[in-house]
């Protein structure tokens, strides 16, 4: 990867020269342009993507109602989690919203370098774990603003 967009992953901040040198050949760069599909729900979950610039909205589809815009991701965020947690498939979906320049990094060969690089490992899953925990609280905002407006709209007896 070239060094210019390493300087501008601030998801590295801080790591040794090391570690850096270590990430490095498993991270890749690519475009997305706006309205594309990165990933749907239910879709292998391979990649966890960062956002250099440019933005996505994450949309989750329930079951039995409309889908739902659950996040926005913005310059510095990072979506696509389940391929670094284990998960087989990635659980919402994510559409590009307005082109840019993301980062993407194989799920399966992050997970190598963290029992390759033990405390390179601890160091990412404590970021990740930041990043998730922070999502969390926004999304878990987002639905309960979602169910207040469904629930003033509902016709009386319905």
Request: proline share 3%; glycine share 10%.
């Amino acid at each position: 990867m070239e060094a210019d967009l390493l300087e501008r992953f601030a998801f590295i901040e801080g790591f040794s020269t090391e570690q850096v040198a270590a990430l490095s050949p498993l991270i890749s760069d690519i475009r997305f342009e706006a309205g594309q599909v990165i990933f749907s729900q239910g879709d292998q979950a391979d990649y966890l993507y960062f956002v250099l610039d440019g933005s996505v909205s994450i949309r989750f589809k329930p079951e039995d109602g409309p889908v739902l815009s659950v996040a926005e991701v913005n310059q510095g965020d990072v979506f696509g989690w389940s391929s670094a947690l284990g998960s087989c498939c990635y659980t919402s979906s994510a559409v590009c919203t307005a082109s840019g320049l993301f980062i993407r990094i194989y799920g399966q060969d992050l997970k190598n370098l963290c029992q390759e690089y033990p405390e390179t490992g601890i160091l990412i899953l404590n970021r990740l774990a930041g990043v998730i925990a922070q999502r969390l609280r926004g999304t878990h905002e987002q639905v309960v603003a979602l169910l207040h407006r469904g629930l003033n709209h509902t016709e009386p007896g319905g």
